[in-house]
C-alpha cells in the first residue's frame, strides 16, 4: 500500500498532481473539502485500517505536519512518498488570482506558507522523495531526489 505526502503552497500545483496521477487509485485527503483536522483523522484513520492507499494533498509546509502522515502511514505497513511542488511566490499569487469562489485563497495566506515552509528532505524516512516544477509548456515535471551528491 502506499501513502503519499503532498507538499508546497496553495496553487502549486498539488491538487493538479492528484487529480492527473492518483484519482483513480488513492483517497484524497483534503483540508479544503473536508473542512475540519477531525473529519480528516476519521478519513486518515480509516485508510490506514482499511489498507487503502491516500493521497494528503494539503500544503504540509513543516517537517512536522508532514511526518504526522508519515510515521502513522509506515507503521502501517505502507511505502511513504513525498512531492514537494515547487513553484515562487510570485507564480503562486498569480494562479492564486485566476481561482474564484472558495478556491481562491487570501494572498497572505500563500505568502504565511511560505514563510513557513520547510523543504522536505529525505532524512524525514521518505521511501521516496520528488520535486515537482512547472514545465514552459505548463505540464508538471516530475524529479526524484537521491540522496547521492
Not at 55 to 81: Q, S
Not at 101 to 113: K, Y
Not at 118 to 134: C, F, I, K, N
Request: proline share 5%; hydrophobic share 45%.
Amino acid at each position: 500500500m502506499q501513502a503519499i505526502v503532498l507538499c508546497g503552497l496553495q496553487a502549486s500545483g498539488k491538487s493538479t498532481l492528484y487529480k492527473t496521477r492518483w484519482a483513480d487509485t488513492h483517497v484524497r485527503l483534503n483540508r479544503d473539502m473536508l473542512k475540519t483536522a477531525h473529519r480528516e483523522a476519521i478519513l486518515l484513520h480509516a485508510c490506514l485500517a482499511a489498507q487503502q492507499p491516500f493521497v494528503a494533498d494539503n500544503t504540509n509546509p513543516t517537517r512536522k505536519t508532514r511526518t504526522r502522515y508519515l510515521h502513522l502511514a509506515k507503521a502501517a505497513g505502507f511505502e511513504v512518498v513525498c512531492y514537494h511542488c515547487v513553484v515562487p511566490v510570485d507564480e503562486a499569487l498569480a494562479r492564486n488570482a485566476q481561482r474564484n469562489g472558495a478556491a481562491r485563497v487570501p494572498d497572505a495566506a500563500v505568502r504565511g506558507t511560505a514563510r513557513k515552509l520547510e523543504a522536505p528532505t529525505l532524512d524525514e524516512g521518505w521511501d521516496a522523495l520528488y520535486v515537482v516544477t512547472a514545465a514552459p509548456d505548463g505540464t508538471l515535471a516530475v524529479t526524484l531526489v537521491s540522496d547521492a551528491p
